[in-house]
């Protein structure tokens, strides 16, 4: 008995042992680099022994800001030449709409019909930075929209001068938020979109990202953007590590 016992316990330590051996080195081997505390790989850890297709993304949540004065908060002006387009930065809105920081964005696809797609006449725009990897950039805008409102866009990303995706987007999400809607979409595997395109997108790379959007008729969709203030935190999510169906996702290398 006492011998069996003792080739019994010496098999199951060799078969531990063994299980070690095996595991062990492909979790240690993309060890090598670690991605810095927020991020995380989307490229490279199918290939533990090559760290030279590893790619890492960093989450980044921004809100979006007025830059025009408090004497005239309508973003609207920058298409007329007056003020900045709104941008986007990390600091979360602390003041209510009624304040002097909040921003607004009269829109109403007449100017994308009959003018310019996405002309910042008429369509909400707005421009800023994000220094890194991009991989998907979802977006929370708010609006006041008419009874009517289709729940239809027209949208557009442009990364570096590059036009990503421009689309007429039908059902886009949205909730009522006091008297106001939540529209969330996000564009999705923009790593290969850019890729496709021959931009580059490493952890180095200043981007400069314009986002547009307007509703698609004319008579039933004006709508009045609002952000800048915290029953409206309009803002852009870079890298976000958890969609859901609660965003319409978007993606360019589809089709």
Known sequence: M???LTRSTLATAMVMTLALAVAGPAAATHNGEQPPAGCRWIRGTDTPEDHTDDV????????IHTTISADSKLGNLAGFGQGSLPSWDTRMPTEPMTSSSSGFYVTNSAFHQLVAPQDPRGSFVAQGTYTGVID???????????????QDLNLELVVDGEPILAATVVDVRNTTVGNLRRIRYAFTNLYDAMAQLGMSNQNETVHTLKLAANGVYIIDDPMVFAYDATEAPAGVVFNHDALTSAYTQLDPTAG
């Open 2 to 4: 006492r011998s069996t």
């Open 56 to 63: 890492y993304v960093c989450r980044q949540n921004t809100w």
């Open 136 to 150: 998907n950039v979802a977006v929370d805008l708010y609006a006041f929209v008419s009874p009517t409102y289709s």
